[in-house]
T-cell receptor, first 113, second 112 residues
Framework: KQEVTQIPAALSVPEGENLVLNCSFT??????LQWFRQDPGKGLTSLLL?????REQTSGRLNASLDKSSGRSTLYIAASQPGDSATYLC????????????FGKGITLSVRP | DTAVSQTPKYLVTQMGNDKSIKCEQN?????MYWYKQDSKKFLKIMFS???????INETVPNRFSPKSPDKAHLNLHINSLELGDSAVYFC???????????FGPGTRLTVT
């Protein structure tokens, strides 16, 4: 059974800092990995999706990497801003084109002005 | 334009009642999902439909019944509501199974 872990559960940083959010998963047989952002009381917004054959994906100040063999992904946020404050979740999809995403519990990020 | 929409946004009801949550996507996607986010914010899949056919049916009570009248809609009907059903329910869609998923704003269900 796939398990996704995100540690720490919460993180507080000053504005402008570069930061890395970690995600680990127990079963390396994944089809893809997706990073989401969730603002309080809102739905999830897809940030980046990495296919199992890819090593990384970039979008603006965000860069996500994937090391499938070690069961790890990182989300790098450059020059953090208060508007980046949210909960960041990673989720993995298994091989076999099964669309069942398994989510981590998320990391709640607070960027202090 | 809202990509994935859900109604209602808030739903407060008493135990034993039957309620429905509606979901619509205007992205032209083939696959739709229902997720439940509990009080600890843990998100777990409940159902998935592809082209109106059920492809994922997790271990949920059979009081929960999804219905997909067409590819753009996936509704969730809940019978005999219980206190433990209180949660936020999210609808999502993707072009095809295992593709990038897009989420609706959620429906906060409170059972009293």
């Amino acid at each position: 059974k796939q398990e996704v872990t995100q540690i720490p559960a919460a993180l507080s940083v000053p504005e402008g800092e570069n930061l890395v959010l970690n995600c680990s998963f127990t079963d390396s047989a994944i089809y893809n990995l997706q990073w989401f952002r969730q603002d309080p009381g809102k739905g999830l917004t897809s940030l980046l999706l990495i296919q199992s054959s890819q090593r990384e994906q970039t979008s603006g100040r965000l860069n996500a990497s994937l090391d499938k063999s070690s069961g790890r992904s990182t989300l790098y946020i450059a020059a953090s801003q208060p508007g980046d404050s949210a909960t960041y979740l990673c989720a993995v999809s298994p091989t076999g084109a099964n669309s069942k995403l398994t989510f981590g519990k998320g990391i709640t990020l607070s960027v202090r002005p | 334009d809202t990509a994935v929409s859900q109604t209602p946004k808030y739903l407060v009801t008493q135990m034993g009642n039957d309620k429905s949550i509606k979901c619509e996507q205007n992205l032209g996607h083939d696959t739709m999902y229902w997720y439940k986010q509990d009080s600890k914010k843990f998100l777990k899949i409940m159902f998935s439909y592809n082209n109106k056919e059920l492809i994922i049916n997790e271990t949920v009570p059979n009081r929960f019944s999804p219905k997909s009248p067409d590819k753009a809609h996936l509704n969730l009907h809940i019978n005999s509501l219980e206190l433990g059903d209180s949660a936020v329910y999210f609808c999502a869609s993707s072009q095809y199974p295992a593709y990038e998923q897009y989420f609706g704003p959620g429906t906060r269900l409170t059972v009293t």
